[in-house]
Protein backbone atom coordinates (compact mmCIF):
# COMPACT_ATOMS: atom_id res chain seq x y z
CA UNK A 1 0.00 0.00 0.00
CA UNK A 2 2.54 2.55 0.87
CA UNK A 3 4.57 1.30 -2.31
CA UNK A 4 1.88 2.30 -4.41
CA UNK A 5 1.26 5.50 -2.63
CA UNK A 6 5.04 6.41 -3.17
CA UNK A 7 4.78 5.63 -6.84
CA UNK A 8 1.63 8.05 -7.37
CA UNK A 9 3.75 10.34 -5.67
CA UNK A 10 6.52 10.22 -7.78
CA UNK A 11 3.91 9.97 -10.78
CA UNK A 12 3.05 13.22 -9.92
CA UNK A 13 6.15 14.85 -9.08
CA UNK A 14 7.16 14.40 -12.54
CA UNK A 15 4.06 15.32 -13.93
CA UNK A 16 4.30 18.87 -12.41
CA UNK A 17 8.38 18.84 -13.57
CA UNK A 18 7.47 18.09 -17.14
CA UNK A 19 4.57 20.49 -17.12
CA UNK A 20 6.75 23.09 -15.67
CA UNK A 21 9.24 22.59 -18.30
CA UNK A 22 6.80 22.31 -21.17
CA UNK A 23 5.03 26.17 -19.66
CA UNK A 24 9.09 27.44 -19.27
CA UNK A 25 9.61 26.54 -23.24
CA UNK A 26 6.19 27.99 -23.83
CA UNK A 27 7.42 31.01 -22.34
CA UNK A 28 11.24 30.95 -24.17
CA UNK A 29 9.92 30.50 -27.34
CA UNK A 30 7.34 33.58 -26.94
CA UNK A 31 10.22 35.74 -25.73
CA UNK A 32 12.54 34.86 -28.75
CA UNK A 33 9.41 35.27 -30.96
CA UNK A 34 8.58 38.70 -29.76
CA UNK A 35 12.20 39.62 -29.59
CA UNK A 36 13.18 38.71 -33.00
CA UNK A 37 12.78 40.39 -36.33
CA UNK A 38 9.10 39.65 -38.13
CA UNK A 39 9.78 38.37 -41.60
CA UNK A 40 8.52 40.20 -44.33
CA UNK A 41 9.26 39.05 -47.50
CA UNK A 42 8.83 39.78 -51.53
CA UNK A 43 6.54 37.29 -52.25
CA UNK A 44 4.43 39.03 -48.96
CA UNK A 45 5.11 42.83 -50.17
CA UNK A 46 3.54 41.87 -53.95
CA UNK A 47 0.30 40.03 -52.24
CA UNK A 48 -0.12 42.97 -49.94
CA UNK A 49 0.30 45.85 -52.85
CA UNK A 50 -0.04 44.08 -55.94
CA UNK A 51 -2.19 47.44 -57.38
CA UNK A 52 -1.23 51.68 -56.88
CA UNK A 53 -4.70 51.03 -55.44
CA UNK A 54 -3.97 49.07 -52.57
CA UNK A 55 -1.43 51.35 -51.54
CA UNK A 56 -3.52 54.41 -52.15
CA UNK A 57 -5.64 52.25 -49.71
CA UNK A 58 -2.85 51.91 -47.19
CA UNK A 59 -2.57 55.11 -47.11
CA UNK A 60 -5.99 56.26 -46.77
CA UNK A 61 -6.28 53.66 -43.99
CA UNK A 62 -2.93 55.15 -41.71
CA UNK A 63 -3.99 58.86 -41.96
CA UNK A 64 -7.65 58.79 -41.39
CA UNK A 65 -8.39 55.13 -39.62
CA UNK A 66 -8.45 57.01 -36.37
CA UNK A 67 -10.88 59.45 -37.09
CA UNK A 68 -14.18 60.23 -35.98
CA UNK A 69 -15.90 60.92 -38.57
CA UNK A 70 -16.05 63.46 -41.59
CA UNK A 71 -13.94 66.77 -40.89
CA UNK A 72 -16.56 68.61 -42.94
CA UNK A 73 -20.34 67.78 -41.56
CA UNK A 74 -19.62 65.74 -38.48
CA UNK A 75 -21.17 62.90 -39.26
CA UNK A 76 -19.69 60.36 -37.00
CA UNK A 77 -18.58 57.02 -38.46
CA UNK A 78 -19.21 58.38 -41.84
CA UNK A 79 -17.72 56.28 -44.78
CA UNK A 80 -15.62 57.19 -47.65
CA UNK A 81 -15.51 56.08 -51.34
CA UNK A 82 -12.76 56.40 -53.32
CA UNK A 83 -13.72 58.36 -56.10
CA UNK A 84 -12.52 56.60 -59.87
CA UNK A 85 -9.42 57.92 -62.03
CA UNK A 86 -8.39 60.37 -58.69
CA UNK A 87 -6.27 60.16 -56.03
CA UNK A 88 -8.76 60.53 -53.43
CA UNK A 89 -11.69 59.88 -51.69
CA UNK A 90 -15.17 61.12 -50.86
CA UNK A 91 -17.76 61.30 -47.75
CA UNK A 92 -20.84 59.71 -48.17
CA UNK A 93 -22.46 61.80 -46.46
CA UNK A 94 -21.71 65.26 -47.82
CA UNK A 95 -19.18 64.44 -50.65
CA UNK A 96 -16.36 66.31 -48.76
CA UNK A 97 -12.68 65.10 -50.23
CA UNK A 98 -10.30 63.75 -48.60
CA UNK A 99 -6.23 63.29 -50.42
CA UNK A 100 -4.34 60.87 -48.51
CA UNK A 101 -0.82 61.92 -50.18
CA UNK A 102 -1.09 65.34 -49.25
CA UNK A 103 1.62 66.46 -46.83
CA UNK A 104 3.24 63.37 -47.38
CA UNK A 105 6.49 62.86 -49.46
CA UNK A 106 4.23 61.66 -52.23
CA UNK A 107 2.75 64.56 -52.74
CA UNK A 108 2.27 65.91 -56.54
CA UNK A 109 4.17 62.85 -57.78
CA UNK A 110 4.21 61.69 -61.38
CA UNK A 111 5.70 57.93 -59.51
CA UNK A 112 3.66 55.11 -59.76
CA UNK A 113 2.59 54.76 -55.94
CA UNK A 114 3.72 50.82 -56.50
CA UNK A 115 7.28 52.06 -57.48
CA UNK A 116 6.91 54.26 -54.07
CA UNK A 117 6.12 51.09 -51.87
CA UNK A 118 8.91 49.38 -53.46
CA UNK A 119 11.62 51.65 -52.97
CA UNK A 120 10.28 51.52 -49.38
CA UNK A 121 10.46 48.12 -49.46
CA UNK A 122 13.83 47.78 -50.68
CA UNK A 123 15.52 50.36 -47.74
CA UNK A 124 13.55 48.02 -45.49
CA UNK A 125 14.56 44.98 -46.60
CA UNK A 126 18.59 45.80 -46.85
CA UNK A 127 20.58 46.46 -43.99
CA UNK A 128 23.66 48.85 -45.47
CA UNK A 129 20.89 51.17 -47.39
CA UNK A 130 20.10 51.83 -50.94
CA UNK A 131 22.00 54.02 -53.47
CA UNK A 132 20.81 56.15 -55.81
CA UNK A 133 21.85 53.67 -58.59
CA UNK A 134 20.39 50.66 -57.05
CA UNK A 135 16.86 51.97 -56.55
CA UNK A 136 17.15 53.44 -60.47
CA UNK A 137 18.13 49.85 -61.61
CA UNK A 138 15.13 48.25 -59.71
CA UNK A 139 12.50 50.51 -60.35
CA UNK A 140 13.38 51.53 -63.96
CA UNK A 141 13.08 55.51 -63.57
CA UNK A 142 15.52 58.27 -64.17
CA UNK A 143 18.63 58.39 -61.49
CA UNK A 144 17.38 62.42 -60.94
CA UNK A 145 14.17 60.51 -59.68
CA UNK A 146 15.87 57.55 -58.02
CA UNK A 147 17.70 60.40 -56.29
CA UNK A 148 14.81 62.53 -54.90
CA UNK A 149 13.29 59.20 -53.50
CA UNK A 150 15.65 58.05 -51.65
CA UNK A 151 16.22 61.44 -49.87
CA UNK A 152 12.60 61.65 -49.12
CA UNK A 153 12.40 58.00 -47.85
CA UNK A 154 15.34 59.36 -45.44
CA UNK A 155 13.64 61.90 -44.41
CA UNK A 156 10.48 59.83 -43.41
CA UNK A 157 13.24 57.70 -41.41
CA UNK A 158 14.23 61.02 -39.24
CA UNK A 159 15.69 60.16 -35.83
CA UNK A 160 13.34 59.19 -33.04
CA UNK A 161 13.03 62.19 -30.47
CA UNK A 162 12.51 60.06 -27.60
CA UNK A 163 15.18 60.91 -24.74
CA UNK A 164 17.70 58.18 -24.14
CA UNK A 165 18.00 56.71 -20.32
CA UNK A 166 19.43 54.06 -18.11
CA UNK A 167 23.49 53.24 -19.29
CA UNK A 168 24.30 55.41 -22.23
CA UNK A 169 27.25 54.96 -23.78
CA UNK A 170 28.93 58.21 -25.76
CA UNK A 171 31.01 58.84 -28.11
CA UNK A 172 32.42 61.03 -31.04
CA UNK A 173 34.08 60.02 -34.10
CA UNK A 174 35.33 61.59 -37.86
CA UNK A 175 33.59 60.73 -40.82
CA UNK A 176 34.88 61.62 -44.27
CA UNK A 177 37.71 61.13 -46.74
CA UNK A 178 41.55 62.64 -46.18
CA UNK A 179 42.93 65.83 -48.28
CA UNK A 180 45.97 65.31 -49.92
CA UNK A 181 48.66 67.23 -47.84
CA UNK A 182 46.49 68.21 -45.63
CA UNK A 183 46.01 67.76 -41.77
CA UNK A 184 45.14 64.53 -40.25
CA UNK A 185 42.56 63.92 -37.48
CA UNK A 186 40.61 66.57 -35.52
CA UNK A 187 40.25 69.46 -37.55
CA UNK A 188 41.14 67.81 -41.00
CA UNK A 189 39.53 69.31 -43.77
CA UNK A 190 36.79 67.19 -45.41
CA UNK A 191 36.11 65.41 -42.32
CA UNK A 192 32.97 65.80 -40.17
CA UNK A 193 32.77 65.03 -36.40
CA UNK A 194 29.88 62.78 -35.39
CA UNK A 195 28.76 62.58 -32.25
CA UNK A 196 26.93 59.54 -30.91
CA UNK A 197 24.76 58.65 -27.87
CA UNK A 198 23.66 54.76 -27.43
CA UNK A 199 21.48 53.12 -25.13
CA UNK A 200 22.76 49.89 -23.29
CA UNK A 201 21.20 47.02 -25.86
CA UNK A 202 19.08 49.79 -26.91
CA UNK A 203 18.78 52.80 -29.20
CA UNK A 204 21.08 55.16 -31.17
CA UNK A 205 21.24 58.83 -31.69
CA UNK A 206 23.69 59.83 -33.89
CA UNK A 207 24.22 64.10 -35.24
CA UNK A 208 26.51 66.18 -36.88
CA UNK A 209 28.62 68.69 -34.70
CA UNK A 210 31.08 71.28 -35.76
CA UNK A 211 34.04 70.32 -33.20
CA UNK A 212 33.81 68.43 -29.83
CA UNK A 213 34.41 70.86 -27.52
CA UNK A 214 32.52 70.80 -24.36
CA UNK A 215 30.16 73.91 -25.05
CA UNK A 216 29.17 71.94 -28.05
CA UNK A 217 28.49 68.80 -26.68
CA UNK A 218 26.79 69.68 -23.54
CA UNK A 219 23.34 70.82 -24.84
CA UNK A 220 23.18 67.53 -27.16
CA UNK A 221 23.57 65.71 -24.14
CA UNK A 222 21.22 67.13 -22.19
CA UNK A 223 18.55 68.02 -24.74
CA UNK A 224 18.67 64.13 -25.78
CA UNK A 225 19.38 61.84 -22.51
CA UNK A 226 17.66 61.90 -19.04
CA UNK A 227 19.07 63.73 -16.45
CA UNK A 228 19.82 60.73 -13.55
CA UNK A 229 20.86 58.51 -16.44
CA UNK A 230 24.15 56.64 -16.16
CA UNK A 231 27.03 57.54 -18.91
CA UNK A 232 29.88 55.55 -20.09
CA UNK A 233 32.57 57.33 -22.23
CA UNK A 234 36.44 57.35 -22.94
CA UNK A 235 38.75 59.55 -20.71
CA UNK A 236 38.22 62.46 -23.10
CA UNK A 237 38.14 65.79 -21.02
CA UNK A 238 35.17 67.43 -22.43
CA UNK A 239 33.17 65.29 -20.38
CA UNK A 240 34.18 65.87 -17.34
CA UNK A 241 31.59 68.33 -15.88
CA UNK A 242 28.74 65.81 -17.10
CA UNK A 243 28.14 65.31 -13.00
CA UNK A 244 27.30 68.62 -12.42
CA UNK A 245 24.49 68.35 -14.95
CA UNK A 246 22.94 65.39 -12.82
CA UNK A 247 24.07 62.17 -14.67
CA UNK A 248 26.35 59.44 -12.92
CA UNK A 249 29.81 59.40 -15.23
CA UNK A 250 31.94 56.87 -15.54
CA UNK A 251 34.61 56.40 -17.74
CA UNK A 252 37.65 54.03 -19.97
CA UNK A 253 41.05 55.06 -20.13
CA UNK A 254 41.55 53.65 -23.99
CA UNK A 255 45.13 55.69 -23.73
CA UNK A 256 46.20 52.75 -21.61
CA UNK A 257 44.32 49.98 -23.65
CA UNK A 258 41.65 49.72 -21.07
CA UNK A 259 38.18 48.73 -23.10
CA UNK A 260 36.27 47.70 -20.25
CA UNK A 261 36.33 47.88 -16.59
CA UNK A 262 33.70 46.92 -14.14
CA UNK A 263 30.82 46.49 -16.68
CA UNK A 264 32.05 50.35 -18.00
CA UNK A 265 32.74 50.39 -22.12
CA UNK A 266 32.14 52.19 -24.90
CA UNK A 267 32.09 49.24 -27.30
CA UNK A 268 28.79 49.06 -28.35
CA UNK A 269 28.84 52.73 -29.66
CA UNK A 270 32.24 51.91 -31.35
CA UNK A 271 31.27 49.18 -33.24
CA UNK A 272 27.86 51.26 -34.23
CA UNK A 273 30.64 53.69 -35.70
CA UNK A 274 32.38 50.46 -37.58
CA UNK A 275 29.40 49.53 -38.92
CA UNK A 276 28.09 52.67 -40.29
CA UNK A 277 31.04 54.00 -41.96
CA UNK A 278 31.66 50.36 -43.61
CA UNK A 279 27.82 50.62 -44.75
CA UNK A 280 27.91 53.58 -46.11
CA UNK A 281 31.17 53.71 -47.78
CA UNK A 282 30.35 50.32 -49.00
CA UNK A 283 26.82 51.39 -50.88
CA UNK A 284 27.25 55.11 -51.26
CA UNK A 285 31.30 55.41 -51.86
CA UNK A 286 30.98 59.46 -50.70
CA UNK A 287 28.59 61.14 -49.16
CA UNK A 288 28.14 65.15 -49.32
CA UNK A 289 28.05 66.76 -45.95
CA UNK A 290 25.39 68.99 -47.31
CA UNK A 291 23.40 65.54 -46.98
CA UNK A 292 25.24 63.54 -44.65
CA UNK A 293 22.84 63.94 -41.70
CA UNK A 294 19.95 62.49 -43.71
CA UNK A 295 21.91 58.80 -44.05
CA UNK A 296 22.67 58.86 -40.30
CA UNK A 297 19.15 59.33 -39.49
CA UNK A 298 18.75 56.22 -41.88
CA UNK A 299 20.97 53.91 -40.07
CA UNK A 300 19.67 54.82 -36.64
CA UNK A 301 16.36 54.28 -37.74
CA UNK A 302 17.25 50.80 -38.72
CA UNK A 303 18.87 50.31 -35.64
CA UNK A 304 16.44 51.16 -33.59
CA UNK A 305 13.83 49.41 -35.26
CA UNK A 306 15.47 46.28 -35.43
CA UNK A 307 13.47 43.94 -33.04
CA UNK A 308 9.70 43.34 -32.95
CA UNK A 309 8.03 44.97 -35.43
CA UNK A 310 8.14 44.86 -39.79
CA UNK A 311 10.82 47.60 -40.62
CA UNK A 312 8.37 48.10 -43.90
CA UNK A 313 5.51 49.22 -41.36
CA UNK A 314 7.47 51.06 -39.19
CA UNK A 315 8.72 53.24 -42.41
CA UNK A 316 5.70 53.84 -43.50
CA UNK A 317 3.87 54.32 -40.32
CA UNK A 318 5.99 57.93 -40.67
CA UNK A 319 4.12 58.74 -43.93
Known amino acids: MLYKLLKSLMNDTQKSNSQQKSDNKKELNTSKKSNSVQKFTITDFI??????????????????????????????????????????????????????????????????LSLWFFAIYLFASSKNGVSAKELQRQLGVTYKTAWRM??????????????????????????????????????????????????????????IVPNRHNSTLMPI????????????????????KL?????????????????????????????????LKKSIFGTHTYVSPEYLQNYLNEFDFRHNNRKGRIMFDAILSRI
Open 221 to 240: ITDNINVGSMIHSDEYKGYG
Open 47 to 112: KRYPTDDACLDELFKLKYSNADGCTSCGVAGAKFYRVRKRKCYECGECGHQVYPLAGTVMEKTNTK
Open 243 to 275: ESYGYGHKSVIHSKFQWAKDGVTTNSIEGYWSN
Open 150 to 207: GHLIRIMMGSNEMPLKGIVQIDETLFGGRARGGKRGWGAAKKSCLFGMMEKDGRVKVT
